[in-house]
């Protein structure tokens, strides 16, 4: 029960995290344009790069280090000095090697460059890291709500034309900021005071820097499409592709939730010898994000194409052909995020991550390079499908001698039968009515129904589990 509730609690904080975004993006791509949202994609994927490096694989890395000390109070708080003095360090190099490149080599945007530099500071502060891997999700769902709901106010509130790109952007990173710095009262009872001497943080280097790869790699082809669009199409094709983008991974959130969830959990059975629990926590947490994955990959293409121009407006009619052809990486990632973050990790095959994140990265920019000059935005997002289904295969390839691909794939097709039915039906009401609220909660709504009584129909393991979860007790 801790398990779900810690994912109930960690998906609720990923959706706001996305949801925030949400509520602001049809009001700032209205307010600022695709232009000025495509400038913002531009230079926020720059800063991604550095505050990645600056970071370091501290998140993964110092996750799992808790969760493996986690009943040893002296080694836990040691674990969290260690890895935040050193984050504090790589944090400081990688800053002033962005500014460094910003006013070096920055001419255009070097204003927007320099406020996206906030990101940087928040990334050295985050301590997030040591409450996933005590498993304590609460703390930071509560306490970030607070501030992401204060962003809504400050941007409703000053960001009112085209010319309030620099406000923007600078809200987003100081309210970045200030949610991580509020994490730190939670620390007193936590942890206790070690002496410096006895941090040693360098000892955290190597085996942080083995998870830095992966990170970066990976982060290589999340942030590339909109690098080489900006580079090799207009900022308005970026600004609908990053706008489309941001409506995916929302509804992606919901579904990884799981892997921040999990990989503690994982980690410290790994840590007892229970290798039979990681095997068993595998199977059924594959088969719940199936479940959740392939509705919504479906129930999202069903309305792309009437929901982007009318919530996003028009001048963003083309994200929504865009967010049909980038929808399948909802069920791809959710996969490769239990076989990768969720098992590979936690068991420390990273050495294998590290591969199946590389083709990725590679196969990314291959199609990238074939495909964005012809077709745009809408190659970038062939490309991000195409290097995800590599990913996929390839962890899953690497697991072929330690988990059962039979058993993991046992109920695919009940979902994804159901899934294609829900997406038939749900599609053809939606060419045929106008989009509004009313009518997408009506498509919604819809689309639930017809999913849930076809996994009822077909008998799908998913039932039994939500039965048992929810009405075991009134059962008993």
Same mark, same amino acid.
């Given at each position: 029960?801790?398990v779900?509730?810690? *994912?109930?609690?960690?998906?609720?904080?990923?959706? $706001?995290?996305?949801?925030?975004p949400?509520?602001?993006?049809p009001y700032?791509?209205?307010?600022?344009?695709?232009?000025?949202?495509?400038?913002?994609? *531009?230079?926020? #994927?720059?800063?991604?790069?550095?505050?990645?490096m600056?970071?370091?694989?501290?998140?993964?890395?110092g996750?799992?280090?808790?969760?493996?000390?986690?009943d040893?109070?002296?080694?836990?708080?040691r674990?969290?000095?260690?890895v935040?003095?050193?984050?504090? +360090?790589?944090?400081?190099?990688a800053?002033?090697?962005?500014?460094?490149?910003?006013?070096?080599?920055?001419?255009?945007?070097?204003?927007?460059?320099?406020?996206?530099?906030?990101?940087?500071?928040a990334?050295?502060?985050?301590? #997030?890291?040591y409450? $996933?891997?005590l498993?304590?999700? &609460?703390?930071?769902?509560?306490?970030?709500?607070? /501030?992401?709901?204060?962003?809504?106010?400050?941007?409703?509130?000053?960001?009112?034309?085209?010319?309030?790109?620099?406000?923007?952007?600078?809200?987003?990173?100081?309210?970045?900021?200030?949610?991580?710095?509020?994490l730190?009262?939670? +620390?007193?009872?936590n942890?206790?005071?070690?002496?410096?001497?006895?941090?040693?943080?360098?000892?955290?280097?190597?085996?942080? +820097?083995?998870?830095?790869?992966p990170?970066?790699t990976t982060?290589?082809?999340?942030?590339?499409?909109?690098?080489m669009? %900006?580079?090799?199409?207009?900022?308005?094709?970026l600004?609908n592709?990053?706008?489309?983008?941001?409506?995916?991974?929302? /509804?992606l959130?919901i579904?990884?939730?799981?892997?921040?969830?999990?990989?503690?959990?994982v980690?410290?059975?790994?840590?007892?010898?229970? /290798?039979? %629990?990681?095997?068993?926590?595998l199977?059924?947490?594959?088969?719940?994000? !199936?479940?959740?994955?392939?509705?919504m990959?479906?129930?999202l293409?069903?309305v792309?194409q009437?929901?982007?121009?009318?919530?996003?407006?028009?001048?963003?009619?083309?994200?929504g052909?865009?967010?049909?052809?980038?929808a399948?990486?909802?069920v791809?990632?959710?996969? !490769?995020?239990?076989?990768g973050t969720?098992?590979?990790?936690?068991?420390? &095959?990273?050495?294998?991550?590290?591969t #199946? /994140?590389?083709?990725?990265?590679? !196969?990314?920019?291959?199609?990238?390079?074939?495909?964005?000059?012809?077709?745009?935005?809408?190659?970038?997002?062939?490309?991000?499908?195409?290097?995800?289904v590599?990913?996929?295969?390839?962890?899953?390839?690497?697991?072929?001698?330690?988990? #059962?691909?039979?058993?993991?794939? &046992?109920?695919?097709?009940?979902?994804?039968?159901?899934?294609?039915? $829900?997406?038939?039906?749900?599609?053809?009401?939606?060419?045929?009515?106008?989009?509004?609220?009313?009518? +997408?909660?009506?498509?919604?709504?819809? %689309?639930?129904?017809?999913?849930?009584? %076809?996994?009822?129909?077909t008998?799908? !393991?998913?039932?039994e589990?939500?039965?048992?979860?929810?009405?075991?007790?009134?059962?008993?």
């Amino acid at each position: 029960m801790k398990v779900i509730k810690n *994912y109930l609690y960690n998906a609720s904080y990923q959706i $706001m995290n996305m949801l925030i975004p949400l509520i602001t993006v049809p009001y700032i791509s209205r307010v600022l344009g695709a232009h000025q949202v495509g400038i913002n994609e *531009y230079t926020n #994927s720059w800063v991604t790069f550095f505050y990645l490096m600056g970071q370091m694989g501290m998140t993964l890395y110092g996750n799992r280090e808790v969760a493996y000390h986690r009943d040893d109070m002296y080694e836990r708080s040691r674990t969290f000095w260690g890895v935040e003095s050193l984050q504090f +360090l790589t944090v400081s190099f990688a800053l002033i090697a962005y500014l460094i490149a910003v006013f070096a080599f920055s001419t255009t945007f070097k204003k927007y460059f320099l406020l996206q530099a906030l990101w940087i500071v928040a990334t050295g502060l985050d301590v #997030s890291w040591y409450f $996933m891997g005590l498993e304590n999700f &609460r703390v930071t769902v509560i306490r970030n709500a607070v /501030v992401r709901l204060a962003s809504v106010l400050l941007i409703f509130t000053f960001v009112k034309n085209i010319d309030d790109l620099g406000r923007y952007i600078f809200i987003l990173g100081i309210t970045q900021l200030i949610g991580n710095l509020t994490l730190w009262p939670y +620390l007193r009872g936590n942890i206790i005071w070690v002496k410096i001497s006895n941090w040693q943080p360098f000892q955290h280097f190597y085996p942080a +820097l083995l998870l830095f790869i992966p990170t970066i790699t990976t982060q290589v082809y999340l942030v590339l499409n909109r690098l080489m669009l %900006g580079r090799m199409s207009t900022q308005a094709d970026l600004g609908n592709f990053g706008q489309s983008d941001k409506l995916v991974k929302f /509804v992606l959130a919901i579904v990884t939730a799981t892997g921040t969830v999990m990989l503690p959990h994982v980690a410290n059975k790994f840590a007892k010898g229970d /290798v039979q %629990g990681v095997r068993d926590s595998l199977y059924s947490t594959f088969n719940f994000v !199936s479940a959740v994955s392939i509705p919504m990959m479906f129930g999202l293409m069903s309305v792309s194409q009437a929901f982007a121009p009318w919530f996003l407006g028009k001048q963003f009619k083309p994200s929504g052909e865009i967010m049909f052809l980038e929808a399948p990486i909802v069920v791809l990632i959710a996969w !490769s995020n239990v076989t990768g973050t969720q098992y590979l990790m936690p068991v420390n &095959r990273v050495k294998e991550f590290t591969t #199946s /994140v590389t083709i990725g990265a590679v !196969s990314n920019v291959i199609f990238n390079f074939m495909l964005i000059g012809s077709w745009g935005a809408n190659g970038a997002a062939i490309a991000t499908v195409g290097s995800e289904v590599l990913v996929t295969l390839a962890q899953l390839i690497m697991i072929r001698k330690t988990i #059962s691909r039979r058993r993991l794939f &046992r109920e695919q097709w009940k979902y994804i039968l159901c899934g294609f039915v $829900m997406f038939v039906i749900v599609h053809r009401i939606s060419m045929t009515i106008k989009m509004s609220i009313a009518n +997408l909660v009506l498509e919604v709504a819809i %689309g639930a129904v017809i999913y849930i009584i %076809g996994i009822i129909i077909t008998k799908a !393991s998913i039932v039994e589990v939500a039965q048992n979860t929810f009405f075991k007790k009134k059962t008993d």
